[in-house]
Structures are given as C-alpha cells and as structure tokens.
C-alpha cells in the first residue's frame, strides 16, 4: 500500500475517532457510528484488500476503547470486521453498475450501518447481554434504523466534501 493511502485512511479514521468519542450516548449507551461512516469512506476511497482489513480490525479496536456500551469491546470488534467484509463485497459489487458514486456511498452507508447494528447487537446480546432488559427488536428500532438514517446523510455529504477537494479513488491511485 502507498504512504498517501494510509495517511488518507489514518486520517478519516482519526477524524471518525474523534467523533465516535465525543457524541454522546442516545438510548442505552449506544450512538450513531459516525467512526463506522468514516470506515466506509476510507474502504471505498482506497479500495483493495489489504485497506479493507486493516481499517477494518482498526475501526474494530477504536471503537471497543471508546465504546459507551456496558461490555461493548468485544462486540465492537467483531461487527467492525463482519462489517467492513460485508462493505469491502458490497463496493466490488457496485463497482461495475453505472450510478452515481454519490449515490453508491448511500447504498453503502445504509446497508452497511444496518448490518454493523445488527452485528453489533447480536454480538453484544450472545456475549453480555442487552443493556437495560431492552430488546434486541427496541435497540435495532431505536437506535440502528436513525443511526443507518443519519449515516447515509453524514457519508455522502462528507463523500461529496471529499470529492470537491480532489480526493478520489482516482486522484489516488494516480
């Protein structure tokens, strides 16, 4: 892997970070994802295996050391690794369909934040348990639909913000 596609990842990652420590809780000590959204960029942007991994089991150990959730660390890791796969099979899919790539990082935020919160979920609920006596059915409600909603927001406005500056999957790669 080139120098600036690390330094591009590392960046969104940090900046995801940064975000994911400082929103606070909503309902049960779950948030919005907002590391997750910047895991999706940071994969479609530099698209290959190895990124996909790594950011993947980074995204995973960031987000279980600023996790709000009772017991959250290991169910973190685990839906960030099932996540960013199920991401990285998603964009190669996508990859050859002629649409907007605006319109890919929506797809791609929603169903990626809707498999993450279920990963998440059902991870957290075979190892630790709900927090609360919430069901899986009010969390997925609650929390995973408005988080996938706002995700896709969140990814194609920050997408096209990306975009504008001139950092593509193309630019890059050059």
Do not use: W
Request: include cysteine; hydrophobic fraction near 55%; charge should be positive.
């Amino acid at each position: 892997m080139k120098v600036k596609h690390l330094t591009m990842s590392a960046i969104l990652l940090a900046i995801g970070a940064i975000l994911h420590y400082i929103v606070p809780g909503i309902f049960a000590g779950m948030k919005p994802d907002f590391l997750l959204s910047m895991m999706f960029l940071a994969i479609f942007i530099n698209f290959n295996a190895t990124n996909v991994v790594a950011t993947s089991i980074a995204c995973g150990l960031i987000s279980a050391l600023t996790t709000t959730f009772p017991g959250g660390q290991i169910p973190n890791i685990i839906d960030k690794c099932i996540t960013g796969f199920v991401v990285g099979l998603l964009i190669y899919a996508l990859r050859k369909i002629p649409i907007p790539q605006t319109l890919k990082m929506g797809i791609i935020g929603l169903i990626g934040t809707l498999i993450s919160g279920t990963a998440f979920l059902g991870s957290a609920y075979l190892l630790v348990g709900l927090p609360g006596g919430a069901s899986f059915g009010a969390l997925f409600m609650g929390v995973v639909i408005p988080a996938s909603i706002g995700n896709v927001i969140f990814i194609i406005l920050f997408y096209q913000i990306i975009a504008r500056i001139g950092l593509s999957r193309e630019t890059l790669s050059e």
